[in-house]
Structures are given as structure tokens and as C-alpha cells.
């Protein structure tokens, strides 16, 4: 048996840059029609000319034909000016409170001084992409931003919010009260909690920002997904880390989950019976949300058993070594 | 300034076995008179034969009229008979939830089998020692252990109870319930939340078991410490790993404290303004809860600037690096 993507998108994508973006952009534009390319380089992409001459290191790596880079700007206050200019190079502005993950020390410190830009971007329709977590207790961090998205939300009813990765039952909840909010879900935290990361042994390979949570939460994004949210969509916020960075004391946050996104995604539908929302949670919704028309491209995913690969170019993916029932059409082994 | 303990114990300390014991041991010995020794030996210490090899061996490492090592041995089913033999060889018997952390394997699957010897035990007035851990979500694993020791509490209320290196509130609360249980509470325990093993970087060197938890909980063991608890005593749960352990993939728990613990723990209890409880904390409540009276020595701290080294004898200690206002008068650097 097999299924057939349409034109599959990766609305929470971390490309890298250099050496690593040649690694990995490739295995993305195998599976995916389209990523929201994240703007968290160690330079952050903050001006038009960073974002063109971000975007073109990425078409150098996938065909755009395949694969369009869905760029996004890194937040700061933006003039009027400069947010007209970006407008029809971004699908969106993503804020990072201050070095709240991987490369985002340049991110929001003062909350009070950002809503000028917000204000035109709501005029201007540009989204905005949130990393919506507190400087608080870890596994608090999500829940106490809320309050945040919630004067967003209602300070700026035309804009479109985007909760990024969200973990936990509350943000879930949250969403509903908010038209104009939208939220992407990983596909490591439709499958791990905690005690994944800590409760047996450490595992490096499963530490992100924002951290997986509890049973509860896990079922609660579950059910999300499972119901067919129609604001909830998949971004991988796959992030990939050199080996050595992931293994020595004191290891970095990210998971890489592009290469093996939608094969799990395949498993994951298809176990619970709900292979029929599969084709809405990976394009059909944020099309919708977004208003995209991406390539029109169809990914073919075939039932088979298939054990993923300890690396691929070189980075550990998500499930290394697993067995699961579904695998690209494409996939060499 | 100086501060004079008086047979400091460390009534929680893991000394391991073979080469990693030649090399921890002596640094226990340096700081304290005597400390109660996990029995979770690659093979479980089950026997009094096993209990005989155990403290020989560490007396070997460590001339037992400084350092009486009071030993334990692993719960298991004993006869009354075993128990009667083992009696005058150990200060109690340590019961770990079957596979609930390193080298446990061996402990307890079923809780409803264990009556029988745990009412010799009373009988015979051998303390039990519990690591009190479920094998539910991590962060709720001692909360919800807790009905176990209430069911001991209760039905063996002249046995002699402790709750081996708390970490909740929950468990500080919880005490005050039953006068036949005592507890035990790290140096690690005082110092750290889940923010500083993975809110950050992940920090392999800070993963122990229990997970260290939540900043009210942190505030709450510190409270029953710096009030003097009457039941409340020092136990490191000082845990070496060789380093490779500690820092490739999947890493063990265990944080190794023992030669850093009485200069640290002087720095706490004197930045709190209550140095005059440290004394009880590490010595004296321990003797009276389990009617010891231990080696008669005086350990020596002096109020002068230290840095802390990155490795003893090759194993890195808590705290590595940190400059603290105490150090042992003994201490070479």
C-alpha cells in the first residue's frame, strides 16, 4: 500500500548554514514541497539583503522547482520602511525571546518595546512566528508565555500568530480561545515525554528546546493532531548538531527529524486510524492558514518495514535504528 | 575562621567496588568518620559473607579508626535466621525498586512479598533504608512512592524508616506524619533544580537519581535543613562514574560529591546565617536517629577562598570549578 502527499510543507525548519546546509537541505527538499526556513544563523537574518542572500544559499542546495524555502526574518524593530521591504521576500517574522534557544541572544528582552513593529506588521499581513517560552522553570516556560501570546492576540486580532512547537496541554487549550492563532507541532513531541530525555538514562540525542513534557501533555497534542485541528500544522523544527556537540558535557539543544518526518508521521496516522489527516496536518492546513499554493509535487510513501539510519550525512536522526512500517518511495536502503 | 565538626557522617555514600573504590574511598575518609555504604554493588551485597568481603575491602582503602564504614545490605527476602546473622554487621537494609537506578536490578518487583522480612527487621530493630521511587514520570516518581512508605510507616511503626535523598516537598511534608521516618538529603539536593541539568545546555554532570526537581521543591528541602529538622540528616548519595560514562551518549546518573560536601555544606549553612545547625545536619542527628556513636574525630574547615578542582583522583566533583568561601584545613590547593 502506499500513500500519496500532495506537495508535503515543514512550516518550522532549521537549515543551518555553510558546510551543514549542504548536508542537510538536501534531505528535506526529499521529502517536503516546501520548509519556513528558520532565520537563527549565528548572523541573524534581520535585513532584506541577509534574506536574499539566505535564501540563495539555499537554492543552491535544493532546486526551488522542488523545494521552496519559505523565508523568515529574524524579529527586531523594524521600521515601516523595512517591514514594506521585506514583506514579499518572508512568509513571516520570527521572535525569539533573548537567548531563550540555539543562537538567540539577539532575540526580545523587553516586550514592551515591540508592538510599533508588530502594529505594521498586522497592517502588512505578515505573520509572526513565536518561540513562545518564559525565562522561567523549564517545564513552566511554556505555560507562563501565554500571557504574552494572549495580549498578542488580542491586541492584534488580524494578525496571524504562529505558537511555534508547541509541548503542552495548556498551550492546546490556549489556541482555542484566539482565531488568529495557529500552531506548529513537532514530530518528536507527538512521541516523547521527559522521562524519554532523563527518566532512564540521559539521552542527548532527545534534548530540545522546549523541552518535552509530561504524559498529559503528550496526549494532549496527540488528540490535537488526531482530531484534525484546523489551526494545528507540522513543523519538524528539525535542527541538526555536529556529533560532537550533541556528546560532550554540556550538550546542545535540536533534534534531527527532516529525513524521517514523514515516514513516522505515515506510521503515526496510520496506527491510530486517522491515516485520512495526515495529508491536512503536513500541507492542506497551512496552506489554508498561510494562503500558500506550494509546488505542486506529490511525495509517495510506501508501507514496507524500514529500519532508519543510525546517520544520514553524517547527523543522527530522530529514531535511529528504529523499525517502523513506513518509508519513502525514494529511500535508497 | 575555622569551624570544628565533630565525626561528621555521610550517612548516604556509594563507594563502588575494585579500582574505582581505591580511588574514592580515601577522599570519603578525608572529610568524614564514618558514612553508611550502598549495597548495589555489580553484584548485589545480599549475604553476611558479601557484607564481610564488602567492608574489608573498604577498610583496606580507608583505616577504619578514622572512617567506620556502616554497612548495608540489599533487600532482599531474608529468613529470620539470615537477618538475626546479619544484625550486628550492618546499620540497615537498603530496598531499591527493581531497575529504579544504577545496579538495581536485583531490588524489589513486588511489594506486597516483602512483608514478612520487614517485620523481622522491626523485630530485630534493623533500619530500612528506601530509595522511594515509582516507576512513573520522572518528576512524579517520589510522590508517588509515598503511599508505599505510608503503608510501612503505618504497619511497622516501631521500624526505623528513611527516605533515602528526598527530593520534593511532597516527601518534607510527608515526614512530619510519622515519627519512625527519617530522611536523608544530598549536598546536590540543596544546590540544583531540573533548570540546571537541562534548562540550559544539558549537563550530563548534574543527571542524578531522583532528577533533581522544581524550585519550590528546592526551597523546601532547603527550609527543613536550615530549620534543623529533627529527622532530617546528610547523606551525599556521592556516586562516581568514570568520565566516559558521564559524557558519551545515554549517560549514567550519579553525582560524586564526598570530597566537596563539608566545605560547601559550610558555605550554605553560613550564607544562610545558621552555622551553628551544621553540626546537627551532618553528625548528630544522624547519631541519635540510629543510636550511633561514631568515631571520635574532628574535621576541620577554614573560611578562606577555594576553588574547587575539576577532577579528584579522576572523577569530577560537583560543584568543579566554583570558587566557595570554605575548604577542608586538610586540603592541599
Redesign the interface.
Known sequence: MNIDIRSPLDMHLHLREGEMLARIAPLSSMSFAGGVIMPNLKEPVDTLEKVHGYRKAIEEQCNPDEFTPYMTAFFRCYSAAELQALRSAIIGIKLYPAGITTQSEAGVSDFSGIEETISVMEELQIPLLVHGESNG???DREKEFLKIYERLAKNFPKLHIIMEHITTADAVEFMDKYPNISATVTLHHLFI???D???G?????L?CKP?AK??RDLGALQDAVLSGHPRVMFGSDSAPHPRQK????????GIFSAPVALPMLADFFVKRGKPELLQGFVSDIACRRYRLTPVNRTIRLSQQSWRIPELYNGVKPFGAGCEIGWKLATEKN
Open positions: 522553570f523549564v517545564m515525554t521527559l522521562d530525555v532523563i527518566g538514562l540521559m539521552e542527548p540525542d534534548f523541552i509530561t504524559p550533541k556528546e560532550c558535557c554540556g550538550c546542545a539543544a
